[in-house]
């Protein structure tokens, strides 16, 4: 959290400069600040002569060899992240190595094996060039931290910051060097599985919490030790596939990609990352690993993005399966001269491009153009100056799973849990006095949720442990599972009903399992599995107070039992402190404050759906009675269930009108926009309050509202407490019809409240 009394200024994407927000205690954009390290800069200069000397005397083949990534099989084959394993012999990737040509090894973790390997490119190869190591460190190596789609409920940069830097601390002394994350996709629709890798629907929201995994995976200096490489993936637009159907294709406007789908990996680009991943998708007919137009006209000529990209697993082969490429010879020349610089696994830069180069297909001054951006980035992290970085066993035992990382593993689980509904206040539960059933297939261990390949699962919380934690070993709590994820269980659901009966409270654990929610699980029906619906209706019947703890990786449908419960906390994949961090919650030591960064519809059938749609020449009005001929479903309002921005807190906060300081805003002058918010309850609350524009008139329709800023503020019982916002015209640029950031005089709305669907907006005129 950016501490009060801060001023911030904002970039967005270049060819126009804007500042979004100033002012006191906003965590707004700080987010385009550069944070590439000195050191590392003066690395690249210092290695630039010792890197024209390396491409002068390399073969066309070692050229190839440092474009060339695959799995490492000398500490790991992740064979359940990545089925294809075209390379798993270690003594043949020995063998590779020694001649030069692999440059990269990817998803193999540990100090003392990273040097064993190191040694064979420093000692063996030719030319003695330095190995790079990456992996999906996506949410922790061993320690394991929420999934990213449940941090980004946080709303809190600062938050995102630590756990990416304790990620990468774990990270690069176990011998990694690169991380593949942040995902930076925007998610706008929840069938989509990959929905949980990344920050939710939200530009704004997505480019904070971008540059601040940057920065934490990065820290202020590439070279050190415990700094790894970041690679916002996938470039891009692949969180628009068709229907949520993952790897399918995409097909926008330009305005669109540049408003909603770039901002994100321009934010991660100037906090300082030197490494994105193309994408798997076509984006208007071209796919995103053969595409110049993403890969070298936006990213590089028009951004000066000086860093290499990586394809993501067989993407440039794929190609081929687009109808794009005729075999596998083309993907590879397609893919370099779009600007794919480094292949991933396929080995069609190794196979292809020295008979490309000898045919004049791929001229030779391509091919060392991405040879000298990959050894760039080497000399970037330091490893023509230190190839061992990150072979120590000292260090490695020291920092993985270290105890400040559990228990940032903890708050971070805390601050990530967001409270639908309270009703009754039946939450915080008592620690004694009464009888708890917890019921569900979501008490067990699948706390991790997806990518986590090295989780320490002995170190994993469960929601059992955590509470039995809490409680003590004589506490009245029972376990009933009641069925499976996806099926029943033979007496589960009599065994579930005779606990309900038996308890006072009843806490529902049900919802996605870690399979359910991941790559190439995409769910035409985003609903509690019908099992779980079957069970909690079961227990539902039985009339007791119940709690439902939703564990899920996207935005669902609620429906029936489920969404009737008295409380309703969204659990998301904590991660290593799962279970504790919900008994903190659950028993109020600490108090929800999470912020739903995805909206819950009402039905499957409005996905995709974002709170910053377009009006439409005929806006359906959410308040009854329904008019016809509106836009909006039969069976469903326009709106959602529960709103993106959405969470409640033990405490109550009520919200005075949204104020402004006066009805115009000079061209170049600023305008104050407050708000009161008063804690009317009996316990302190963390309130964010969020800041929403419209542009009423534009030369493009706009959005009904866009997050533009927020801010986070504890509340005592009784507080009351005046909230400032500063505005400036940067606030309410968009990408105009000339696809730049633009803005005409005229009239906006603005909005200070708790989520993207409350409040009566105040009213001002941009004049010029």
Do not use: C
């Amino acid at each position: 959290m950016i501490e009060s009394g801060a001023a911030m200024t904002v970039r967005t994407p270049s060819p126009s400069r804007r500042a979004l927000l100033g002012g006191a205690g906003l965590i707004a954009a700080s987010f385009m600040v550069s944070v590439r390290s000195a050191a590392a800069q003066d690395a690249r200069v210092r290695h630039a002569a010792r890197i024209d000397d390396l491409i002068a005397r390399m073969t066309t083949e070692e050229k190839a060899g440092q474009l060339s990534l695959f799995n490492d099989p000398f500490r790991f084959r992740p064979q359940e992240i990545n089925p294809v394993d075209k390379d798993g012999d270690p003594s043949r990737l020995a063998e590779m190595i020694r001649k030069g040509q692999v440059g990269s090894l990817f998803n193999g973790v540990g100090a003392a094996g990273a040097r064993t390997v190191q040694d064979i490119a420093v000692k063996e190869s030719r030319l003695g060039i330095p190995l790079l190591f990456a992996a999906d460190v996506i949410h922790g190596l061993f320690t394991v931290f929420p999934a990213p789609l449940a941090e980004a409920a946080a709303w809190d940069a600062g938050l995102a910051e630590r756990t990416a830097r304790a990620a990468a601390r774990e990270a690069a002394a176990s011998g990694i060097h690169q991380t593949y994350a942040p995902m930076v996709d925007v998610g706008r629709d929840q069938r989509w599985g990959r929905v949980v890798e990344g920050a939710g629907e939200d530009v704004f929201l997505g480019s904070v919490l971008a540059a601040a995994r940057v920065r934490g995976f990065q820290g202020p200096d590439l070279t050190a030790k415990d700094a790894v490489l970041a690679t916002p993936k996938h470039f891009a637009a692949y969180g628009a596939a068709e229907a949520g159907l993952d790897y399918n294709t995409v097909d926008m406007s330009e305005q669109r990609l540049r408003g909603v789908y770039l901002p994100p990996f321009k934010a991660g680009f100037d906090a300082g990352a030197l490494s994105t991943m193309s994408a798997f998708n076509e984006v208007n007919g071209v796919p995103a690993s053969g595409n110049p137009w993403l890969l070298t006209d936006i990213l590089r000529d028009e951004w000066g993005f000086e860093g290499y990209v990586v394809s993501d697993f067989t993407s440039e082969e794929e190609m081929i399966a687009h109808g794009f490429a005729e075999d596998s010879r083309d993907a590879a020349r397609i893919a370099l001269l779009a600007g794919v610089d480094m292949s991933m696994v396929s080995g069609l830069y190794n196979a292809h491009i020295p008979d490309l180069v000898a045919k004049g297909d791929v001229p030779m001054a391509v091919v060392d153009r991405s040879v000298r951006r990959v050894l760039g980035v080497k000399a970037a992290l330091g490893l023509f100056d230190d190839p061992y970085k990150g072979s120590d066993v000292d260090v490695e035992r020291r920092e993985v799973n270290a105890a400040e990382h559990h228990a940032l593993a903890r708050e971070a689980g805390r601050k990530s849990v967001v409270m639908l509904k309270n009703d009754g206040d039946l939450l915080p539960l008592p620690k004694t006095g009464r009888r708890i059933a917890v019921i569900g297939p979501a008490a067990d261990e699948d706390v991790f949720g997806p990518w986590t390949i090295w989780g320490d699962r002995t170190r994993a919380i469960s929601l059992e442990s955590g509470l039995r934690a809490a409680l003590g070993p004589d506490a009245a709590l029972t376990f009933v599972r009641g069925s499976d994820p996806e099926g029943a269980m033979a007496g589960g659901m009599e065994a579930a009903v005779a606990a309900a009966k038996a308890a006072d409270v009843v806490i529902l654990a049900i919802g996605e399992s870690t399979p359910m929610s991941a790559e190439a699980q995409s769910r035409a029906e985003i609903v509690v599995p019908e099992p779980q619906q079957a069970l909690a209706e079961a227990v539902k019947a039985v009339g007791k107070p119940t709690v439902v703890l939703l564990r899920t990786g996207r935005g669902l449908a609620l429906e029936g039992a489920v969404k009737d419960a008295d409380a309703i906390l969204v659990t998301w994949f904590l991660g290593s402190q799962h279970g504790h961090a919900l008994a903190d919650l659950l028993f109020g030591d600490h108090a929800p404050q999470g912020r739903l960064p995805v909206s819950f519809p009402h039905v499957s059938g409005q996905q995709p759906f974002h709170y910053d749609h377009k009006p439409t020449g005929r806006p359906a009005d959410p308040a009854p009675p329904r008019e016809e001929y509106r836009t909006q479903f039969r069976e469903a309002p326009h709106s959602a269930a529960f709103a993106f921005g959405h969470g409640l807190t033990y405490g109550r906060v009520a919200y005075g009108p949204t104020q402004v300081a006066a009805p115009t805003m000079a061209w170049d002058g600023r305008l104050e926009v407050a708000v009161e918010v008063t804690n009317v309850g009996a316990r302190a609350a963390e309130e964010t309050v969020q800041l929403y524009v419209r542009d009423r008139v534009a030369r493009l329709t706009r959005p009904v509202r866009e997050l533009k800023a927020f801010r986070k503020v504890r509340l005592e019982p009784g507080e009351t407490r005046r909230v400032a916002f500063i505005l400036d015209r940067s606030t309410l640029v968009y990408i105009g019809p000339e696809n730049r950031w633009t803005v005409e005089p005229g009239r906006f709305d603005v909005w200070l409240a708790p989520d993207a669907q409350s409040g009566e907006p105040a009213r001002f005129e941009l004049t010029r």
